[in-house]
């Protein structure tokens, strides 16, 4: 018999550690509840009719318990309920004279949370007390004690707050971003699936999600050895792997703006979201372009979790305070604990093969817009509206170069164009619509040679403005008056179209180039300032900053040969012509294709980036440091890397790249505010 219970306490122990590993590790999900929905779930709950008291007892005219004004809070850790109450007691004296007792007050009570096996959040009465309407223990109380404990003590322990849809929803996350191939250890932990032990933060609740996991899963992936830069092809490539991030981080942005319609979008909040989109884009061209080496073999998480670190905060901060329903912040809380859950399970167990997957990301997106047959991941090149109201984008300018009023009198006449000569509309590129834009990344524009014209003589005379002339179209006619005022005369207007659409400089050409370029460039500098008001102490600054951002970005130069042929000019990393915009940066904010074929809306785009930088992060830095010169460099170094890179230049660890890249910006800026002017022979201003 002894050697029969030996053998059973034995087989019990095979069993018992064939079920669970000798090494294994508990990871936690913390799934938080913010008070305000716990608060408003109750009161939907408690108080249906939140205008009038709820009758939980009624019986003839005297006797009575209602409740008003239902309130969740947590007090120094611990979780209370409270609220409005009137009780009455009574009956008719004599069949005359009724004998009545009232009590008007509140009622408190100390809870404890818990989760029931179905899920349900519930809660347990601690303790209760009762106090009159000024906050003193009532004198008669005896009967509204018992009615509250009759009626409401129960009705409330019965209440359940459903945990089961979050609780599935973040493992749908998880299962869609694990490995195919591999899914067999996400599945075993999961199955260990478990409610720890809760606990109160002071603006909500920490539900623990238990997942018991294999030793050997914890362990780190070993990092991959530093990446060389990519070639063009090769990025073009890569980049189809990033745009679904890019595409959901656009489709959160504006959930987010759009549940928040009744309660608009303050300054600060649309200033994070700005930052998070366009420094999430930087950092996709700093991995691209090898700037960021690659730390592992999936760079896709690294920028995910980035943009996870901004996005998370701005949500928590915003979710409770912009008036949003209840069911909207239902969606948010689930969004929010979903992605902190692939997160920890992505740190914690790297051996599940958590990856992040378009699968995810369009289910993780679809928890903040069930139903809709809008694709979260949808990417294409299109200017989008809603993205450029949302951040007060200035209008899409038409074809037609913009209309520039003439200068304040004590301004040289030189710098205004006259009212009388009309100027031909800049025509399209090659093979391209200038309203169109491309459904995918647009290529080079390399279809056919676009021989340069030479000079030729034309008619001295311009012909008289027509009724569609508009003075932007007077400036170009202008600027080549004043090119040629010491030589041949003006061009005509077929003539001027050729040089400005796909114009490469011979070196005999590139004084006149120079003039026309310089003139431009100070127009669309000046008309951004009159556009946003910028103070009179920093305009000059951003006038010069226009030019010297020109020149180191392009050497002036919106297009370049190449085997004979003209072609946009564009970076490995998707810079495109004179001001070299990045079509990956600022896909949905301009017309890809007008940015490769029209000089003028290049500058007008580069301009008015310039300027929300400037704004935003230049006048900022020189503020914080009493000094208005910062304001260039500030500037421009969000220009050049992102928002995150505006105080790089005051950095003394910054590296050897970023350091020659800021003092060269310095040093053309200084030679302009000098009143020196461009020499494209050698990319410098003399």
């Not at 980049?239 to 928040?260: G, M, R």
């Not at 167990?349 to 679809?366: C, F």
């Not at 300018?397 to 304040?408: G, H, I, N, T, V």
Request: net charge negative; aromatic share 8%; hydrophobic share 40%.
């Amino acid at each position: 018999m002894r050697q029969l219970l030996r053998s059973f306490l034995l087989f019990c122990l095979l069993l018992t550690t064939a079920a669970t590993p000798l090494s294994a590790k508990t990871i936690e999900l913390p799934l938080f509840l913010r008070t305000q929905i716990l608060q408003n779930a109750l009161v939907e709950s408690l108080t249906p009719q939140p205008d009038r008291p709820t009758v939980l007892f009624q019986e003839g005219s005297y006797n009575y318990f209602h409740i008003s004004k239902p309130q969740l809070s947590i007090r120094d850790g611990q979780p209370y309920f409270s609220c409005n109450a009137t009780a009455g007691m009574g009956f008719d004296s004599l069949g005359v004279l009724p004998s009545v007792v009232k009590w008007s007050g509140s009622v408190l009570m100390r809870l404890n949370f818990y989760v029931d096996p179905k899920w349900q959040l519930r809660y347990r009465i601690i303790d209760s007390a009762i106090y009159n309407e000024k906050g003193g223990k009532p004198v008669v109380s005896g009967f509204a004690w018992e009615l509250s404990k009759r009626f409401l003590h129960p009705r409330l322990e019965q209440y359940a707050f459903d945990l089961a849809m979050p609780q599935k929803d973040i493992t749908a996350v998880l299962r869609a971003c694990s490995s195919p191939t591999n899914s067999a250890p996400l599945e075993a932990a999961l199955s260990t699936l478990t409610v720890g032990t809760l606990h109160t933060k002071a603006d909500g609740l920490i539900v623990p999600l238990l997942l018991t996991v294999a030793d050997t899963q914890s362990k780190a992936v070993t990092p991959l050895p530093p990446q060389t830069p990519l070639g063009f092809e090769e990025m073009e490539k890569l980049q189809h792997v990033f745009e679904p991030l890019d595409a959901f981080l656009v489709f959160i942005i504006k959930n987010l703006s759009a549940d928040t319609v009744n309660a608009p979008v303050n300054a600060q909040q649309q200033k994070q979201l700005f930052d998070l989109l366009i420094t999430s884009r930087y950092q996709l061209l700093m991995i691209l372009t090898g700037q960021a080496p690659m730390e592992n073999e999936d760079p896709l998480r690294l920028l995910f979790i980035d943009a996870w670190e901004q996005l998370r905060p701005i949500i928590e901060q915003n979710s409770g305070k912009n008036g949003l329903m209840q069911k909207q912040l239902l969606r948010y809380m689930t969004f929010v604990n979903a992605g902190d859950a692939l997160l920890t399970i992505d740190a914690a167990a790297p051996g599940l093969g958590i990856h992040l997957t378009s699968d995810g990301l369009r289910l993780l997106a679809r928890m903040l817009q069930t139903g809709s047959g809008e694709d979260p991941l949808h990417f294409d090149w299109k200017i989008d509206p809603a993205l450029r109201e949302l951040f007060q984008f200035q209008p899409e300018p038409d074809a037609k170069l913009q209309d520039f009023p003439p200068d304040s009198p004590q301004e040289s006449p030189a710098d205004f164009p006259p009212e009388s000569v009309p100027v031909p509309t800049p025509a399209p590129a090659p093979n391209s619509t200038p309203d169109a834009t491309p459904q995918t990344a647009p290529k080079p524009i390399i279809e056919q040679d676009i021989p340069i014209p030479p000079t030729q003589e034309s008619t001295p005379n311009p012909p008289a403005p027509t009724q569609g002339s508009t003075t932007g179209q007077y400036l170009l006619n202008f600027l080549v008056g004043v090119a040629h005022a010491e030589g041949p005369p003006p061009l005509t207007t077929t003539e001027l179209k050729k040089r400005l659409d796909h114009w490469v400089p011979t070196t005999e050409e590139l004084a006149e180039y120079e003039k026309i370029i310089a003139q431009l460039l100070k127009s669309f500098a000046r008309e951004q300032v009159k556009q946003d008001s910028l103070e009179p102490r920093y305009a000059t600054i951003y006038q010069h900053l226009v030019p010297a951002t020109a020149m180191i970005e392009s050497c002036w130069q919106q297009y370049e040969r190449k085997d004979d042929k003209i072609v946009t000019l564009r970076s490995p990393s998707g810079g495109i012509g004179i001001m070299q915009i990045n079509q990956h940066v600022w896909r949905g904010f301009y017309n890809i294709e007008r940015l490769q074929g029209d000089v003028a809306y290049n500058i007008q785009a580069g301009s008015q980036i310039l300027m929300r930088y400037f704004k935003e992060y230049g006048a900022q830095v020189a503020k914080e440091n009493g000094n208005p010169a910062h304001a260039a460099r500030a500037t421009y170094a969000a220009y050049n890397a992102g928002p995150r890179a505006s105080r790089r230049f005051m950095k003394p660890d910054a590296n050897a790249r970023q350091k020659r890249v800021d003092e060269h910006l310095w040093d053309l800026y200084q030679k302009i505010a000098a009143g020196g002017s461009g020499n494209l022979a050698n990319c410098n201003i003399l």
